[in-house]
């Protein structure tokens, strides 16, 4: 108490940088993000009623060293999408990542009375039966939720084997079901692009390229049947001039014979040009080159024919040989056949014309663009997919589907919830007080070696001190010359 009254003037120097270092750590706890912890507590029972509950929790340590294994990633991440916890941006290995890594299991020692549960330490809980689960999240309904998922996958150990096929069985099924409907969605995605791009299909395409072949041999066929048809009419046509001719009088003269030649001949030129005419026009259009000279030609030869006299054509004159004389059935044979093939030859130009309509059509329709035959196989190989996913899980059986699952072994001990998952009132972390004291703290150290550096006897004390301790002598100083060393008296 005697130095109360000598520390109480320079208090201020103590109490201030105390002070300050609080707040100032104090503060600085405001930087850091809050966190929230929402906790857990799972009693650990013997499965088995007949086993003593030492060998089953001993079981349980053993197989369970680690706790953090029972939340494999399959577990966790069915349990987390079934739940919908996982969101934002990062993908859902990041979300698994982090949600294990705020995760803490582990195995604490508690006394249960009747109802009523609380940790102890005493003997008669020395022993762990309890598993503790603690989450830190960024939010207190983050925290609870995501807690009560994961202490959720711990209890699904206690699921009896009845239960246990039923949920196989309802899982297998929403599996199917989730497949039959992904089938059905993939169908009707290309149903929809088949008809919003019918025609520009690869499919279309060679099914276009079959028909354009058919219908070129189809105008084949009908070139040959023009052919066939040109050259009977022809036949006809100079078997009836020579009909016509026998009745007439020998007696012509040699001009009037030539004539009729030379117009039978112009006829069967005219003939032929205008038969080549409409092959030309069944394959090309009016104004190709060739189409052009042959319409040239027989507009040539039709001005020939006009300069010759009609009183010498042997076919359709009215000559007085042809009035005094009958035709016979042979003559009127030969006309009607000649009319039946100039029929012909009409009908099968327009059919000419009509297939080489189509061709042209079918010919711009041979094309098809990259893009679309791109979405058109991509939605092709979606649907494949589907299709096979759901073979593969519709023949599935539920052993084969629980063998594919997560290992279903039945634990040595059953786990009971002794309290469910706290709601946090306030974070668990940063702790102010804890920031205050430790800012104070390193505030006193700081300034204690500050202080201690600038003591005024600090490096005279310490430089005595190695003088002393030395062998060698120390010198004297002597007084300078002319140097009082007396202070002048004031006057």
Not at 174 to 199: C, P, V
Request: proline content about 6%; hydrophobic content about 35%; glycine content about 4%.
């Amino acid at each position: 108490m005697k130095w109360l009254p000598i520390a109480r003037p320079g208090a201020w120097i103590i109490v201030a940088p105390a002070l300050f270092g609080a707040l100032l750590g104090f503060l600085l706890s405001f930087t850091f993000a809050r966190k929230y912890t929402s906790r857990t507590l799972l009693l650990i029972e013997p499965a088995d009623q007949n086993d003593s509950s030492s060998g089953s929790f001993r079981q349980f340590i053993q197989q369970s060293t680690n706790l953090q294994d029972l939340l494999s990633e399959p577990r966790l991440k069915s349990m987390m999408d079934r739940m919908g916890v996982v969101r934002g941006s990062k993908s859902v290995e990041q979300e698994l990542g982090e949600i294990r890594r705020h995760t803490r299991v582990r195995l604490v020692a508690v006394s249960v009375n009747d109802s009523t549960q609380t940790k102890s330490g005493s003997s008669s809980a020395s022993s762990p039966n309890a598993v503790e689960l603690d989450y830190t999240g960024s939010s207190p309904a983050e925290a609870q939720l995501i807690c009560d998922a994961i202490t959720a996958i711990l209890l699904q150990q206690n699921v009896d084997p009845t239960q246990q096929e039923t949920a196989i069985a309802g899982e297998l099924s929403q599996k199917i079901n989730a497949a039959k409907q992904s089938l059905n969605e993939a169908n009707a995605k290309l149903s929809r692009f088949r008809r919003r791009h019918a025609g520009q299909l690869p499919a279309d395409l060679e099914r276009s390229m079959a028909d354009s072949i058919d219908l070129n041999v189809q105008l084949k066929m009908l070139s040959q049947k023009v052919e066939s048809t040109r050259k009977d009419k022809t036949d006809a046509e100079s078997l009836l001039r020579q009909r016509l001719l026998l009745p007439q009088q020998k007696s012509e003269k040699h001009d009037s014979s030539q004539k009729i030649a030379d117009k039978a001949a112009l006829e069967k030129q005219l003939s032929d040009s205008q038969s080549q005419l409409l092959q030309l026009q069944a394959q090309y259009a009016d104004d190709h080159p060739d189409v052009l000279k042959t319409k040239r030609d027989i507009a040539a030869i039709e001005k020939q024919l006009a300069a010759i006299p009609n009183n010498g054509e042997p076919i359709g004159s009215d000559s007085q040989a042809n009035d005094a004389a009958p035709e016979s059935s042979d003559v009127r044979q030969l006309r009607s056949q000649i009319q039946q093939d100039d029929e012909v030859l009409a009908q099968t130009a327009r059919e000419q014309k009509r297939i080489q309509s189509e061709i042209t059509v079918l010919g711009r329709e041979l094309h098809v663009d990259p893009k679309i035959a791109s979405d058109y196989e991509r939605l092709r190989r979606d649907r494949d997919v589907a299709q096979d996913k759901y073979a593969n899980v519709s023949t599935m059986s539920p052993a084969a589907f629980e063998g594919n699952s997560a290992s279903q072994e039945k634990p040595p001990v059953r786990l009971r919830m002794l309290y469910p998952a706290t709601l946090p009132r306030s974070p668990s972390s940063p702790n102010r007080i804890l920031f205050a004291i430790s800012g104070w703290l390193c505030l006193a150290v700081v300034l204690r070696v500050a202080l201690w550096l600038e003591r005024p006897d600090h490096s005279s004390g310490a430089l005595r001190a190695a003088l002393s301790n030395s062998a060698a002598p120390v010198p004297r100083t002597r007084p300078l010359p002319n140097v009082t060393t007396e202070h002048p008296r004031l006057p």
